[in-house]
């Protein structure tokens, strides 16, 4: 029986989200651990790198309701994976639903992130490359670079998904710690490899500390030393034809995140637009997981 075109994309596309809630629920068959704590940022990337061979799994969503356009849901799905203590790699399955309009799958990236002084510095720089393949659908906002809009985000999805872009994606990540204070500075640089674009770039701006350093030594599922506050600030800063922010997106808001005992850690933060080219509000939530030594599983499972 042949479809028409629309049917088999919609038939296609129902298929990968089904595959993703599949892998969702097979992963949570095994012990899962709450991820350590690690600073509350959603954009912002910090010095930090997960532990080798263990597996973090991440189900970020992002919802706005941008200016003269629909309400939005956009998800991602994430896989990080620590391969050595100097070498991170990440997999992601991006997706989302527009209200009045469709549910589709929008892409993947990959990326992987480099630590070039392992011991601890005043300044821990790291090294991220990305390769992303989505369309102009996604709304994931993982980063805003070059003149992103908040016009961008209007454009319907039957619209929006025919465009392909193929990234690439270069950070600067920079972090310190300071007395239980997390200080990261990230400046982004992005090319489109199927055209002949400009480098687009843009920033991100982290600070964030727990409400308790030192344990309590009570197993309680409220203590302090469970939540972790900040607050982020990124946007973007032009491209080579012109640099600035001039005609770019700006977002500041506060974060938040609670660890589970043997649970998922939950991050939340609302975030506020700064300027026109932004939306009003961007309502970001992250719940994230940690399977360690993910390879040891498999091995004793075979036994």
């Known amino acids: 029986m042949n479809f028409p075109t629309s049917n088999r994309i919609a038939l296609t596309t129902r298929a990968v989200l089904r595959s993703i809630l599949a892998v969702c629920s097979l992963l949570f068959l095994f012990a899962l651990r709450a991820a350590g704590q690690e600073p509350p940022y959603f954009v912002t990337y910090s010095s930090a790198l997960e532990e080798p061979g263990n597996l973090e799994i991440s189900l970020k969503s992002t919802q706005a309701s941008p200016a003269n356009g629909n309400a939005f849901l956009g998800s991602v799905l994430e896989l990080e994976y620590g391969v050595k203590g100097w070498w991170t790699t990440e997999f992601y399955l991006d997706g989302q639903t527009t ?122 599922f409220l203590c302090r030393e469970n939540f972790a506050a900040g607050a982020e600030l990124y946007g973007g800063l032009g491209t080579t034809e012109g640099f600035g922010w001039k005609a770019t997106s700006q977002y500041l808001g506060p974060t938040v995140s609670f660890g589970i005992p043997r649970g998922p850690t939950i991050f939340l933060s609302p975030q506020f637009g700064l300027n026109d080219n932004s939306a009003k509000v961007l309502f970001r939530l992250s719940v994230s997981f940690e399977v360690q030594q993910v390879g040891n599983i498999f091995r004793r499972k075979n036994q």
């Open 99 to 220: 209200r009045n309009d469709s549910t589709l799958f929008t892409g993947f990236r990959w990326e992987n992130r480099f630590r070039p002084l392992l011991r601890e510095h005043f300044i821990n720089p790291v090294l991220y490359v990305e390769y992303e393949n989505t369309n102009t659908a996604d709304r994931s906002l993982l980063e805003i670079v070059g003149h992103d809009s908040v016009a961008d985000l209007a454009i319907p999805n039957s619209a929006a998904r025919r465009e392909i872009e193929r990234e690439m994606e270069l950070k600067l990540i920079l972090g310190s710690n300071v007395h239980g204070w997390n200080f990261s500075e990230n400046f982004i640089a992005e090319k489109a490899l199927n055209e002949s674009e400009p480098w687009e770039f843009g920033y991100a701006l982290g600070a964030s500390r727990p409400l308790r350093l030192d344990s309590s030594g009570k197993s309680c």
